[in-house]
Nanobody, 114 residues
């Protein structure tokens, strides 16, 4: 089992920034993938960004150039720096850990006001 604890969500104005954190604990493996997904009201959950244990990253087109995913392997923590936020970024953001299985965090609300 892997436990994920997210933090850093909140309310921000358009154009503002937020940084999300997700700390993993438990059955961590050396080769894994950590990522962020989001689900807006009435929408399906969608991928935002992922990062592998060796630092390879992937971003959804909608966040390229505005969001940056990073990780601290010593702390088993993944970060999502979100800049130039837009109202359409409003969603519950979920951390996902993929090792021997898939694990999800509880979600953190990000609200961008216009």
């Amino acid at each position: 089992q892997v436990q994920l604890v997210e933090s850093g969500g909140g309310l921000v104005q358009t154009g503002g920034s937020l940084r999300l954190s997700c700390a993993a604990s438990g059955s961590i493996v050396s080769r894994d993938v950590m990522g962020w997904y989001r689900q807006g009201l009435g929408n399906e959950r969608e991928l935002v960004a992922t990062i592998t244990s060796v630092g390879s990253t992937y971003y959804a087109d909608s966040v390229k150039g505005r969001f940056t995913i990073s990780r601290d392997n010593a702390k088993n923590t993944v970060y999502l720096q979100m800049n130039s936020l837009k109202p359409e970024d409003t969603a519950v953001y979920y951390c996902k850990y993929t090792g021997f299985g898939n694990y999800w965090g509880q979600g953190t609300q990000v609200t961008v006001s216009s």
